[in-house]
Nanobody
Framework: QVQLVESGGGLVQAGDSLRLSCVAS????????MAWFRQAPGKEREFVALINWRGGITQYIDSVNSRFTISRDNAKNTVYLQMNSLKPEDTAVYYC?????????????????WGQGTQVTVSS
């Protein structure tokens, strides 16, 4: 069993930056594909970014490309999401997710483990 704990959310103004962190339990973290999803009120949970186990492959949803950066530190069992130039439309609960298969995929159904979420609110 893997437990994921997110942190780093908060209330910021448009144009500000935040860094989300997700700490995972378990010795096999380094084998997992890790991803960030988000869910705004009244909307479906959507893919934001992913990183493969080595960190050599990253993917982003178009709306955050060039503003957000996903990274991981396997020695610390941690994945990060650096969010720059935040916009009000980035407001959502952000979830960390882990895929034990190691496959690179955006479909949320492929992710086995989820964190509890951290709220990000961007005011205009």
């Amino acid at each position: 069993q893997v437990q994921l704990v997110e942190s780093g959310g908060g209330l910021v103004q448009a144009g500000d930056s935040l860094r989300l962190s997700c700490v995972a339990s378990g010795r096999t973290f380094y084998m997992y594909t890790m991803a960030w999803f988000r869910q705004a009120p009244g909307k479906e949970r959507e893919f934001v970014a992913l990183i493969n186990w080595r960190g050599g492959i990253t993917q982003y949803i178009d709306s955050v490309n060039s503003r957000f950066t996903i990274s991981r530190d396997n020695a610390k069992n941690t994945v990060y999401l650096q969010m720059n130039s935040l916009k009000p439309e980035d407001t959502a609960v952000y979830y960390c997710a882990a895929d034990h298969s190691g496959l690179v995929r955006r479909n949320r159904d492929g992710y086995d483990y989820w964190g509890q979420g951290t709220q990000v609110t961007v005011s205009s």
